[in-house]
């Protein structure tokens, strides 16, 4: 198949969160598998892995036109390349991908307009691929896959201006959502700026508001949601005014969880002080004595509890600061890893200040430690409130952190909470969302793991022999993107 993913990120090039991490690793995979895939994401900056490749478009917009250029690098898996190409305008070539200090760019409705048709335009254009007469381009039989409300305006452009021009009548769409939080939400006199036909406004119109996010669920062929459970709840709240929208697509709205990459996996980081596997844990303990000594803990036999995050509300790190004078009282070491909101910096601070031999808050971002946190950590902390897929849930099973989460959209999927009559589950999944319901999931993983050492060993066994690579997410997305191409058959 051929497959087109246009984003506004694509990891290691740019990446503000989970979005450019699925947009680096995902398309990889699939290339692996056989596919012909491109990545189109802006050049923010010169990247000095990717050339010049002399294509030019010329994209109508805001009344003017736009000449944009290509940039490629390439990357091989298995001698299976993978395309990333990055648009050339003067409009991208900013500190931030989204907005700086001052807030969002003033222009984005026209950034990320741009982007969209360039998308289209690289897959028609940019000759990557060996064909009969030469290099020729992925071509107009393709399957578009994007992302958020920042390319949510490809397939109304390959309706309103493509198609009624007999291109890419084989093409097909799917919109990745990776958090509805987001919508692109711009003044409606900005409409003229689109070069469309108005008739196209309706699905585009939110309360008399441009919405992209809602162009993309109405136009595209398939939504695919980063788990199930998420796919479920933007038909509701977390669809934040669009649960209506969502759910008027019905089965074609789908979930699927994201993978974790090679980097994560304890029988090869080169960050930990011994590598381990499911079948012989030794390591883990070497590695955890490792981080007690690093952080200036006691090196005891005693639950090691961990959590990294973003420090933002959505995290639910407020919710470790309520059962904290509970978790202090009992025989147990907590490392905290953040940074973001000051008043839980603060926090944080002062928590290692009361508990010296108890507790750590490390704040910053320090992608090592995490790696050594999830090998040293008994148990892993994500009350979010929400999250689409999250990653360190997939990082503690994969690594024998048991997690303890909030049954909330990938949470809830990837967690199975322990059952010990039936030796099963992976972790503790609490329902409600209150301190009382944390603190007793807490409780039910400490007495585990005092209580019942067999018991935990195998919980830890169960989680690390589960699959979250990406080939098995790339496996489910192959369906859908069938799928969609056979719908345009
Ligand atoms: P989100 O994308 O909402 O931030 P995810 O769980 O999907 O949440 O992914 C977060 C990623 O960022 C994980 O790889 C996590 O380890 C990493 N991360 C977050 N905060 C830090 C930090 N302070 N230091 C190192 N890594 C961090």
């Given at each position: 198949m051929n497959i087109a993913f246009v984003a506004a990120e694509v990891a290691p090039w740019s990446k503000t969160g989970g979005l450019g991490d699925v947009c680096g690793a995902l398309p990889r995979a699939l290339a692996a598998l056989g596919h012909r895939v491109i990545t189109v994401s802006p050049r923010y900056r010169d990247y000095p892995d990717a050339w010049d490749t002399g294509v030019r478009a010329r994209i109508h917009l805001f009344g003017q036109l736009h000449e944009v250029g290509f940039f490629h690098a390439a990357a091989a898996i298995d001698g299976n390349p993978c395309h990333h190409l990055f648009v050339d305008h003067p409009?991208?070539?900013?500190?931030g991908i989204y907005g700086d200090s001052s807030g969002a760019y003033g222009d984005n409705l026209f950034r990320f307009a741009l982007l969209s048709r360039a998308g289209i335009e690289a897959a028609a254009l940019v000759p990557l691929f060996a064909g009969t007469n030469g290099p020729e381009p992925l071509g107009e039989e393709v399957v578009f896959h994007v992302n958020d409300w920042h390319t949510a305006l490809v397939p109304l452009y390959l309706e309103a201006l493509y198609r009624p021009a007999g291109r890419f009548q084989r093409a097909g769409t799917v919109l990745g959502i990776h958090n509805a939080g987001h919508q692109g939400n711009f003044a409606a006199h900005k409409f003229a700026g689109l070069d469309v036909s108005t008739r196209w406004w309706p699905h585009l119109d939110m309360d008399g508001q441009l919405n992209l996010l809602k162009t993309g669920v109405v136009l595209s062929d398939k939504l695919v949601a980063v788990s199930p459970t998420y796919a479920r709840e933007v038909c509701g709240e977390l669809g934040f005014g669009l649960g209506g929208v969502f759910s008027s697509r019905g089965r074609d709205l789908i979930g699927i969880v994201n993978g974790i990459g090679d980097d994560w996996d304890p029988g090869t980081d080169?960050?930990?002080?011994q590598t381990y596997s499911a079948d012989d844990l030794s390591g883990k303990l070497v590695c955890k004595r490792a981080l007690q000594r690093e952080l200036g803990l006691p090196e005891r036999d005693v639950p090691l509890l961990a959590l990294i995050a973003r420090?933002?509300?959505?995290?639910?790190?407020d919710m470790v600061m309520q059962v904290l004078p509970w978790l202090m009282q009992q025989d147990l070491q907590l490392v905290l890893l953040g940074s973001g909101n000051k008043a839980l910096e603060q926090q944080m601070r002062e928590m290692e200040w009361a508990n010296p031999s108890r507790a750590r808050g490390w704040i910053g971002f320090n992608e090592a430690l995490a790696h050594r946190m999830e090998a040293a950590a008994d148990l892993f902390l994500m009350p979010s409130r929400f999250e689409p897929c999250g990653l360190n849930q997939l990082y503690s099973l994969r690594y024998g952190a048991v997690p303890v989460v909030h049954a909330t959209g990938g949470l809830a999927d990837t967690v199975e909470t322990v059952d010990p009559a039936r030796d099963r589950g992976t972790g503790w999944a609490f329902r409600q969302y209150s301190a009382e319901a944390f603190g007793e999931a807490i409780g039910w993983a400490l007495l585990t793991w005092w209580r019942f050492p067999d018991a935990w060993k195998a919980i830890q066994q169960r989680g690390m022999r589960q699959d979250w690579s990406w080939t098995r997410s790339a496996s489910a997305y192959e369906r859908v993107y069938g799928e969609v191409l056979g719908r345009r058959a």
């Amino acid at each position: 198949m051929n497959i087109a993913f246009v984003a506004a990120e694509v990891a290691p090039w740019s990446k503000t969160g989970g979005l450019g991490d699925v947009c680096g690793a995902l398309p990889r995979a699939l290339a692996a598998l056989g596919h012909r895939v491109i990545t189109v994401s802006p050049r923010y900056r010169d990247y000095p892995d990717a050339w010049d490749t002399g294509v030019r478009a010329r994209i109508h917009l805001f009344g003017q036109l736009h000449e944009v250029g290509f940039f490629h690098a390439a990357a091989a898996i298995d001698g299976n390349p993978c395309h990333h190409l990055f648009v050339d305008h003067p409009s991208f070539r900013r500190s931030g991908i989204y907005g700086d200090s001052s807030g969002a760019y003033g222009d984005n409705l026209f950034r990320f307009a741009l982007l969209s048709r360039a998308g289209i335009e690289a897959a028609a254009l940019v000759p990557l691929f060996a064909g009969t007469n030469g290099p020729e381009p992925l071509g107009e039989e393709v399957v578009f896959h994007v992302n958020d409300w920042h390319t949510a305006l490809v397939p109304l452009y390959l309706e309103a201006l493509y198609r009624p021009a007999g291109r890419f009548q084989r093409a097909g769409t799917v919109l990745g959502i990776h958090n509805a939080g987001h919508q692109g939400n711009f003044a409606a006199h900005k409409f003229a700026g689109l070069d469309v036909s108005t008739r196209w406004w309706p699905h585009l119109d939110m309360d008399g508001q441009l919405n992209l996010l809602k162009t993309g669920v109405v136009l595209s062929d398939k939504l695919v949601a980063v788990s199930p459970t998420y796919a479920r709840e933007v038909c509701g709240e977390l669809g934040f005014g669009l649960g209506g929208v969502f759910s008027s697509r019905g089965r074609d709205l789908i979930g699927i969880v994201n993978g974790i990459g090679d980097d994560w996996d304890p029988g090869t980081d080169v960050h930990l002080a011994q590598t381990y596997s499911a079948d012989d844990l030794s390591g883990k303990l070497v590695c955890k004595r490792a981080l007690q000594r690093e952080l200036g803990l006691p090196e005891r036999d005693v639950p090691l509890l961990a959590l990294i995050a973003r420090l933002d509300p959505q995290k639910g790190v407020d919710m470790v600061m309520q059962v904290l004078p509970w978790l202090m009282q009992q025989d147990l070491q907590l490392v905290l890893l953040g940074s973001g909101n000051k008043a839980l910096e603060q926090q944080m601070r002062e928590m290692e200040w009361a508990n010296p031999s108890r507790a750590r808050g490390w704040i910053g971002f320090n992608e090592a430690l995490a790696h050594r946190m999830e090998a040293a950590a008994d148990l892993f902390l994500m009350p979010s409130r929400f999250e689409p897929c999250g990653l360190n849930q997939l990082y503690s099973l994969r690594y024998g952190a048991v997690p303890v989460v909030h049954a909330t959209g990938g949470l809830a999927d990837t967690v199975e909470t322990v059952d010990p009559a039936r030796d099963r589950g992976t972790g503790w999944a609490f329902r409600q969302y209150s301190a009382e319901a944390f603190g007793e999931a807490i409780g039910w993983a400490l007495l585990t793991w005092w209580r019942f050492p067999d018991a935990w060993k195998a919980i830890q066994q169960r989680g690390m022999r589960q699959d979250w690579s990406w080939t098995r997410s790339a496996s489910a997305y192959e369906r859908v993107y069938g799928e969609v191409l056979g719908r345009r058959a």
